[in-house]
């Protein structure tokens, strides 16, 4: 199958041996061993790798409460150490710091996590001004077509919209192939960190709490609300979409206002990292004429690619929906340098209704036909 190029392959591999460790997140599947390996690869014939498996029990023993001295026999001649899966190891903070303290620029470490329920909370303090971290999303737009090409993006939006960007989806041929992957993907992977680290006792609960929230797509998500639906309290409501956002299958936007204490007291719209995952938690892949969420879709794929870009440019971006207590809205703003602008999605031209500011705030109008000037920096 296709192994496709990821944006941050080259940022990976210029940041090496520079006394930091790499930390590499993200969902599972989307691709960050691959990236990692691919990585490694540039180094094959310079370098000694010694490679452990966080998934291997005797792997994660063999990180879990070791000395300095022990570490070093255990990395021997080896200069690069790649740890997979590292949130799986319970000291694995403790460690990387021994040895990155030891070893400074001579040695890399790099370490892979499917999420950050773990493994950054045990690399945060151990190693504070130690690490440099990476998010791999499902791919994005630009590393599926690399060239600003319209018309191939066209060709291709539905098939985005309704299957989303994980690798293994983007690669099958048939469409029986992407729902199956799918599929496999939400039964498989998709929460199997948050059941296994967080004591979710009820996974029915999380599921139904999925499906809630793949329904309200694009809307503010009232705890409350969901509590009711799903048929459990607001605080695990809280806990459970808190621990989906750090295993990157939800985000949350927050609104924008002036008063910044206000900001956090508001709702904030919830959206999926990628839509194909959406789609299969509600079981729906119905060809966009026919269905009523086409323009949820739209708007939810276009903020999710604009994070990935801002993110994979390393931009200093903040990112936000504004809603006033008339009804006036922007879908999305961005502040950055001080500065502010927002935009309006449309998956059909003939919806748009050009309005160059609300609120003050600059505004432009994101039709399909805008794509690569949102998504590619083309004007």
């Known amino acids: 199958m296709e192994l496709y190029s ?38 094959a014939g310079r370098h000694t790798i010694l490679f452990i498996n966080g998934d291997d029990p005797v792997d994660r023993e063999v990180l879990t409460d070791k000395s300095l001295e022990y570490l070093k026999r255990l990395l021997g001649e080896a200069d690069i150490l790649f740890v997979d899966e590292g949130q799986k190891i319970r000291t694995i903070g403790q460690s990387l710091k021994l040895l990155v303290d030891h070893f400074g620029e001579a040695r890399q470490i790099i370490v892979t996590g499917s999420s950050t329920l773990n493994l950054l909370d045990a690399t945060q303090e151990p190693l504070t001004g130690r690490k440099y971290v990476y998010t791999l999303y499902p791919l994005s737009i630009s590393e599926i077509i690399p060239r600003p090409d319209i018309l191939a993006i066209r060709k291709t939006l539905e098939e985005r919209l309704l299957y989303g960007s994980y690798p293994r989806v983007v690669q099958q041929v048939s469409l029986d192939g ?77 609104p924008y206002a002036g008063n910044k204490r206000r900001t956090i007291s508001k709702l904030r719209k919830l959206y999926f990292w990628d839509t194909g995952i959406r789609n299969a938690i509600i079981q729906n892949f119905n060809p966009l004429e026919l269905r009523t969420d086409a323009g949820g879709l739209f708007e939810n794929w276009m903020i999710a690619e604009r994070i990935k870009k801002n993110s994979y440019g390393q931009k200093l971006v903040t990112s936000y929906f504004w809603r006033t207590y008339d009804g006036s809205e922007i879908d999305y703003i961005e502040e950055a340098n001080q500065g502010m602008e927002g935009f309006e999605f449309k998956s059909k031209p003939q919806q748009a209704a050009r309005q160059l500011e609300k609120g003050g705030i600059p505004l432009s109008l994101v039709t399909p036909e805008q794509i690569t000037v949102f998504l590619y920096d083309q004007r």
């Open 178 to 254: 992407k729902i199956r992957e799918l599929r496999e993907i939400v039964a498989s992977y998709l929460y199997r960190d948050i059941l296994e680290f967080q004591q979710v006792k009820s996974p029915d609960v999380l599921h139904k709490l999925l499906q809630a929230l793949a329904l309200q797509i694009g809307s503010e998500a009232s705890y409350t609300e969901l509590s009711r639906i799903v048929g459990t309290d607001k605080n695990t409501i809280e806990r459970y979409v808190q621990l989906l956002e750090r295993s990157f299958v939800i985000f949350r936007l927050p």
């Open 6 to 43: 990821r944006l941050i392959a080259d940022d990976l591999f210029n940041d090496c041996f520079k006394g930091r460790i790499i930390v590499l997140v993200g969902a599972r599947q989307t691709g960050k061993t691959t990236l990692a390996r691919m990585v490694l690869d540039r180094f």
